[in-house]
């Protein structure tokens, strides 16, 4: 049978195969050195647990991209689990609500596994803002804002932030010690770079980008304006082995598990390329 005549639906049997193998069989390649997911480990780790601070992590995403936003989010929010800083969770687009919910209840689940007699309470180590909409005027409005807990009102289960130890006294920009966002969206993250600030202070700034978007937002590393980024699901799988090697107890997690599908996928693909192109040439080479 001549390769041309192949049925591509067998090619997609393929792919799908190498895609599913590592995640069913728990098979794992060691990801390939990210520097810009080193930086952003890097300022999560110098990240310190002080009173009166917190963590301020944006899930801009949904399910179209969570297969890349989703481990990034996972990896950092865990992180700053591990180094008991509050989180405050927050997103401004609504298909993102389900994940502020369950990612910190799964890193939790982990967590309190690993380390028996150890909690993560609600309230206490992470606090859900939900959705807001409003975009980037409420974005705006968070820097001029003299008491985030008036601004934000309620948590996303409706229980008013004042009754949380966190915003017993007002908060404002200056108490975020780290801003941390993932999205695969147009626009949102340009919200936090242009009105994320003031004029005298301005909070570290990670960022989870899609493999799409990574050329666009290496323009904000260089220029400073990001001080950490995760390119795509191979940055998540960088900072998940970065994380594995601080803490050995770790379980693994899905990042490298869905990096290495990725690359055995993309091995596959080059693979019937060049399978493709060198029976074709010996096709033509006998005049068939």
């Known amino acids: 049978m001549k390769f041309k005549t192949l049925d591509r639906r067998v090619i997609y049997l393929f792919v799908f195969l190498a895609l599913s193998w590592p995640l069913l069989k728990g098979f794992s390649i060691k990801p390939a050195r990210m520097k810009s997911a ?15 601070k917190f963590a301020f992590i944006s899930f801009d995403f949904g399910p179209s991209t969570k297969a890349e936003n ?9 992180h700053l689990m591990r180094r008991r800083v509050p989180v405050v969770l927050f997103t401004q687009y609504i298909q993102a609500d389900p994940f502020l919910k369950s990612i910190p209840l799964k890193i939790k689940a982990a967590l309190e596994a690993e380390m028996p007699g150890q909690k993560w309470i609600y309230g206490k180590d992470w606090i859900n803002l939900g959705f807001r909409p409003g975009s980037g005027l409420l974005i705006q409005s968070i820097p001029k804002s003299t008491n985030l807990a008036d601004l934000f009102g309620v948590d996303a289960f409706s229980t008013p932030l004042k009754e949380f130890a966190l915003f017993k006294k007002p908060k404002t920009l ?10 695969g969206l147009v626009g949102l993250f340009d919200s936090y770079v242009q ?9 570290v700034f990670g960022h989870g980008c899609t493999s799409i978007t990574i050329p666009e937002a290496y323009i904000y590393l260089d220029s400073g304006q990001l ?12 900072y998940s082995k970065r994380l594995t090697d601080a803490y050995p107890n770790r379980k693994p997690d899905n990042a490298i598990l869905i990096n ?7 091995l596959l693909l080059i693979f019937l390329i060049i399978l493709g192109n060198i029976t074709g040439l010996i096709s033509r080479s006998k005049g068939g």
């Open 70 to 78: 989703g481990p990034q989010a996972e990896v950092v929010v865990e």
């Open 174 to 183: 200056k108490n975020i010690s780290l801003l941390g966002q993932f999205t």
């Open 260 to 266: 290495t599908g990725l690359g055995i996928a993309h």
């Open 38 to 52: 080193d930086k952003f480990y890097e300022i999560v780790d110098q990240t310190k647990s002080e009173p009166n």
């Open 227 to 238: 001080q950490g980024l995760q390119e795509g699901i191979a940055g998540a799988a960088w």
């Open 195 to 203: 009105f994320f600030q003031t004029t005298d202070y301005k909070p």
